[in-house]
């Protein structure tokens, strides 16, 4: 034994060892973490670790910021927490990586595996409940199998289409002591191999490119998930496309170019919505096809060839038939497409697509003396020169966020897609800006959607973290009253925000200040500029309370499950 000891060491550590010493191996620098009794171990190990642990205010906030640092930086981000409701609460986050295909890698304490399925102490069946909504889930019973687990955890969150994986490792496992090794390999049978693209489907998506007369390009969240966004402007550019981005796909194509059309859907343009429904060939790259893109799936793009080029093949005729289907890696087939461009003039049809633009650009009425929301994001893109990342909460805010600002890059615009989840915006951004420290992040939020994790403003001030933080208050949950204003008669339920006592209406600068945060409110048009500049030339986080007006629509508006021929304009 000494023998062997002095030829090739054997390193004993506890399992928490092992997880943050593998950790360290696979290059994480960062982890959002919250301790308690079956994640003690975890945290001993980590304070003897060079993995910077950033203390959320609350578990979901550690989720959300996790898939703020993933989508920021196309990283796997990292949360941990400890049984029960610690785990528990990371189920939002989590499901919103899930469904926006955000890499999160999740590590949770378990009570001791002699407890499982005898309702211990902050007992719950996590592996059970997160099943639906990961790729992948670990309940480690070795200590000697958990650096091969988060080895192998690692590498499926971030190959294929991304997503989160969870691991949970009971609380003895944690103390138990076993050798530490560390092998990189990504292990055999698990989207290891990214499939080929081959020359027949590249010579098919040519032949529907020529014989098309009025094709338009539908891009994804997929295009900035597989690094393509050069290759589709190259693409769009040889072949003279328009393009129509979902709102996960906002930033993969810049909304600058006289080709792009920003994005379609619900909220989403004039011109795209027009255009991809009458487009009589649809280049669908990494997209899913959601329902609030499509509307009545029956009817999208119902004269046009779709062709569908996804790394998932679950996505292919999910959601909408499609007339040929690709399962391929998007930037593989981009690339072989740009290789010998094959342009064919379509000048009738790019008119038109003008005429779209033309004729209904996102646009709002100002009222003298009163702030509107569409009037601050406007505003904030001419002051940062539409440098920020921006990251905003989920309702009314968000939509308006993607029509006034104008996006030129990929994860530029970090959002809550699929789970729509309010109390998104806030921690995403702290994970978004300790990510990318010299960026300018602004969350852009509502007062409703801010108030689900206000807390994380304790993390904010004890960190140290320079985020920008617009709330647009309209003093009510604006985006549902808009629904109840449009088909319920205007009826409210429970949607107005306000108390009897005005005067006791949360102050946000107040509690802003409370965590010794700078502040300011803005009530009138003529302050904001000044307001923006106080706060963008503030070295560290700023809180700015715009008080906008009470009651006001996003347009246009597709009405749900309804088809682009009954948009709302106005």
Same mark, same amino acid.
């Given at each position: 034994?000494?023998?062997?000891?002095?030829?090739?060491?054997?390193?004993?550590?506890?399992?928490?060892?092992?997880?943050?010493?593998?950790?360290?191996?696979?290059?994480?620098?960062? $982890?959002? @973490?919250?301790? /308690?009794?079956? #994640?003690?171990?975890?945290?001993?190990?980590? *304070? +003897?670790?060079?993995?910077?642990? %950033?203390?959320?205010?609350?578990?979901?906030?550690?989720?959300?910021?996790?898939?703020?640092?993933?989508?920021?930086?196309?990283?796997?981000?990292? $949360?941990? @927490?400890?049984? /029960?409701?610690? #785990?528990?609460?990371?189920?939002?986050?989590? *499901? +919103?990586?899930?469904?926006?295909? %955000?890499?999160?890698?999740?590590?949770?304490?378990?009570?001791?595996?002699?407890?499982?399925?005898?309702?211990?102490?902050?007992?719950?069946?996590?592996?059970?409940?997160?099943?639906?909504?990961?790729?992948?889930?670990?309940?480690?019973?070795?200590?000697?199998?958990?650096?091969?687990?988060?080895?192998?955890?690692?590498?499926?969150?971030?190959?294929?289409?991304?997503?989160?994986?969870?691991?949970?490792?009971?609380?003895?496992?944690?103390?138990?002591?076993?050798?530490?090794?560390?092998?990189?390999?990504?292990?055999?049978?698990?989207?290891?191999?990214?499939?080929?693209?081959?020359?027949?489907?590249?010579?098919?998506?040519?032949?529907?490119?020529?014989?098309?007369?009025?094709?338009?390009?539908?891009?994804?969240?997929?295009?900035?998930?597989?690094?393509?966004?050069?290759?589709?402007?190259?693409?769009?550019?040889?072949?003279?496309?328009?393009?129509?981005?979902?709102?996960?796909?906002?930033?993969?194509?810049?909304?600058?170019?006289?080709?792009?059309?920003?994005?379609?859907?619900?909220?989403?343009?004039?011109?795209?919505?027009?255009?991809?429904?009458?487009?009589?060939?649809?280049?669908?790259?990494?997209?899913?096809?959601?329902?609030?893109?499509?509307?009545?799936?029956?009817?999208?793009?119902?004269?046009?060839?779709?062709?569908?080029?996804?790394?998932?093949?679950?996505?292919?005729?999910?959601?909408?038939?499609?007339?040929?289907?690709?399962?391929?890696?998007?930037?593989?087939?981009?690339?072989?497409?740009?290789?010998?461009?094959?342009?064919?003039?379509?000048?009738?049809?790019?008119?038109?697509?003008?005429?779209?633009?033309?004729?209904?650009?996102?646009?709002?009425?100002?009222?003298?003396?009163?702030?509107?929301?569409?009037?601050?994001?406007?505003?904030?893109?001419?002051?940062?020169?539409?440098?920020?990342?921006?990251?905003?909460?989920?309702?009314?805010?968000?939509?308006?966020?993607?029509?006034?600002?104008?996006?030129?890059?990929?994860?530029?615009?970090?959002?809550?897609?699929?789970?729509?989840?309010?109390?998104?915006?806030?921690?995403?951004?702290?994970?978004?800006?300790?990510?990318?420290?010299?960026?300018?992040?602004?969350?852009?939020?509502?007062?409703?959607?801010?108030?689900?994790?206000?807390?994380?403003?304790?993390?904010?001030?004890?960190?140290?973290?320079?985020?920008?933080?617009?709330?647009?208050?309209?003093?009510?949950?604006?985006?549902?009253?808009?629904?109840?204003?449009?088909?319920?008669?205007?009826?409210?339920?429970?949607?107005?925000?306000?108390?009897?006592?005005?005067?006791?209406?949360?102050?946000?600068?107040?509690?802003?200040?409370?965590?010794?945060?700078?502040?300011?409110?803005?009530?009138?048009?003529?302050?904001?500029?000044?307001?923006?500049?106080?706060?963008?030339?503030?070295?560290?986080?700023?809180?700015?309370?715009?008080?906008?007006?009470?009651?006001?629509?996003?347009?246009?508006?597709?009405?749900?499950?309804?088809?682009?021929?009954?948009?709302?304009?106005?």
């Amino acid at each position: 034994m000494k023998k062997l000891l002095s030829k090739d060491p054997v390193q004993l550590l506890s399992g928490a060892q092992i997880a943050v010493k593998t950790l360290e191996r696979l290059g994480v620098e960062l $982890c959002f @973490a919250y301790p /308690g009794g079956s #994640a003690v171990e975890f945290h001993q190990a980590l *304070a +003897d670790s060079a993995i910077r642990v %950033v203390l959320p205010r609350h578990e979901q906030g550690g989720a959300f910021a996790a898939g703020g640092y993933a989508r920021a930086t196309g990283k796997i981000g990292v $949360c941990m @927490a400890t049984s /029960g409701p610690g #785990a528990t609460n990371l189920l939002t986050g989590i *499901a +919103d990586a899930w469904m926006d295909s %955000v890499p999160v890698v999740i590590i949770t304490g378990q009570v001791e595996a002699g407890l499982i399925g005898k309702n211990a102490f902050q007992e719950t069946d996590i592996i059970g409940m997160s099943r639906p909504i990961v790729k992948h889930s670990y309940l480690v019973l070795d200590p000697a199998e958990i650096g091969a687990t988060i080895v192998a955890a690692f590498a499926l969150a971030g190959s294929g289409r991304p997503g989160p994986v969870w691991i949970d490792i009971p609380k003895n496992v944690q103390k138990a002591v076993a050798e530490f090794h560390f092998d990189p390999g990504m292990p055999p049978g698990r989207e290891n191999a990214r499939q080929a693209v081959r020359p027949e489907e590249i010579a098919a998506v040519k032949r529907a490119i020529a014989r098309a007369r009025r094709p338009c390009i539908y891009a994804g969240g997929g295009v900035i998930a597989a690094g393509a966004a050069e290759e589709l402007r190259r693409f769009a550019e040889g072949y003279g496309i328009p393009v129509a981005t979902s709102l996960m796909g906002i930033g993969a194509f810049p909304e600058t170019h006289p080709l792009s059309l920003k994005f379609f859907g619900m909220h989403g343009s004039y011109c795209a919505n027009y255009a991809v429904n009458e487009c009589d060939l649809l280049l669908v790259f990494g997209a899913r096809f959601a329902d609030r893109s499509t509307g009545d799936a029956k009817t999208f793009a119902a004269g046009a060839r779709i062709v569908h080029i996804d790394v998932d093949a679950s996505e292919i005729n999910k959601n909408v038939p499609v007339d040929l289907g690709i399962v391929a890696d998007l930037k593989a087939v981009l690339t072989a497409l740009n290789r010998t461009p094959e342009p064919v003039p379509h000048p009738e049809w790019l008119e038109m697509v003008r005429r779209w633009k033309k004729m209904h650009p996102f646009a709002y009425r100002p009222e003298p003396g009163r702030l509107k929301a569409q009037q601050v994001i406007d505003a904030l893109y001419r002051r940062t020169g539409g440098r920020a990342i921006i990251v905003p909460g989920v309702g009314q805010h968000q939509m308006w966020a993607a029509q006034y600002f104008q996006y030129t890059r990929p994860r530029q615009l970090l959002t809550s897609g699929g789970l729509g989840s309010m109390g998104f915006g806030l921690p995403a951004a702290v994970g978004a800006k300790l990510a990318l420290p010299e960026e300018l992040v602004i969350n852009i939020d509502g007062d409703g959607s801010f108030q689900m994790n206000i807390q994380e403003l304790g993390t904010i001030a004890a960190e140290e973290i320079g985020v920008k933080m617009i709330i647009l208050n309209n003093r009510h949950l604006g985006m549902v009253a808009q629904i109840e204003d449009l088909f319920y008669q205007g009826k409210r339920g429970n949607t107005d925000l306000r108390t009897k006592a005005e005067a006791s209406f949360p102050k946000f600068a107040g509690i802003a200040n409370a965590y010794g945060i700078p502040a300011r409110d803005v009530y009138h048009p003529a302050e904001l500029e000044a307001a923006l500049d106080e706060m963008l030339a503030s070295p560290g986080p700023f809180l700015l309370d715009c008080h906008t007006v009470y009651q006001d629509h996003v347009l246009p508006m597709i009405p749900g499950g309804k088809s682009y021929r009954e948009m709302i304009t106005g």
